[in-house]
Structures are given as C-alpha cells and as structure tokens.
C-alpha cells in the first residue's frame, strides 16, 4: 500500500516562495509518474504540475510555468513543488498523487490512483 503525505503549506505574501514536499511510503514510488493538484474553496481539482518515474520529463500547467518547478528525489521517496512568485490565485488545497502505471507525465486526475491528504498554500495580496 502506498501513502502519500504532503508538508511545506502555508501563509505567504504575494511574490513569495514555498517549497512543498511530498513523502512516499511503499516501494513503487520510483517506478511511479507523481503529480501535484490544487483545488481552491468551492473550485475544480486542478493539474499544476507532473514529473516521469526518472525525473526525466515534466510537464506544467500553463498558469504556472516559469514559476513552479517540480523535482523528485527517488533515494528519499520525494517529490518536490518549488513555488515561486507566487499570486493569490494560486491559494488552494495541494495534494500529491502517483500514478503506478504511465511512462509519462500524466495530467488528468483519474490517471492516479494514491493521493495524499493536502497542505494548504495561502497568498496574501
């Protein structure tokens, strides 16, 4: 069984920075596609960003590109989302996901089938 924990959430101004992490249990992660969501209050689950088994291919959503950046480490069962220039409209629940079974950089949600709790990331104007 695979369990995912997400830390590094919280209260930034805008322009800031935040580096999440997430922490695999289990031995498929360095095997595994993983992917980071957000969900803002009352909003849609959204794709931010997705990294291959290797590290090798990522893949962003546009309203972040050239600010987020994700990187796994597999010796530590680790991925990471560093956050920069951060705006209000990125405040949202981000969770973590891996998807056992794509080569690729999945982006839609139902491609995974582990996720984490969340950590909240707010942005104050």
């Known amino acids: 069984q695979v369990q995912l924990v997400e830390s590094g959430g919280g209260l930034v101004q805008a322009g800031g920075s935040l580096r999440l992490s997430c922490a695999a249990s289990?031995?498929?992660?360095?095997?595994?596609?993983m992917g980071w969501f957000r969900q803002a209050p009352g909003k849609e689950l959204l794709f931010v960003a997705a990294?291959?088994?290797?590290?090798?291919?990522?893949d962003y959503a546009d309203s972040v590109k050239g600010r987020f950046t994700i990187s796994r480490d597999n010796a530590k069962n680790t991925v990471y989302l560093e956050m920069n220039s951060l705006k209000p409209e990125d405040t949202a629940l981000y969770y973590c996901?891996?998807?056992?079974?794509?080569?690729?950089?999945?982006?839609?949600?139902?491609?995974?089938?582990?996720w984490g709790r969340g950590t909240q990331v707010t942005v104050s104007s």
């Open positions: 289990g031995r498929t992660f360095s095997s595994s596609a």
């Open positions: 996901a891996l998807d056992p079974r794509t080569r690729g950089v999945p982006a839609a949600p139902t491609m995974y089938d582990y």
């Open positions: 990294i291959s088994w290797s590290g090798g291919s990522t």
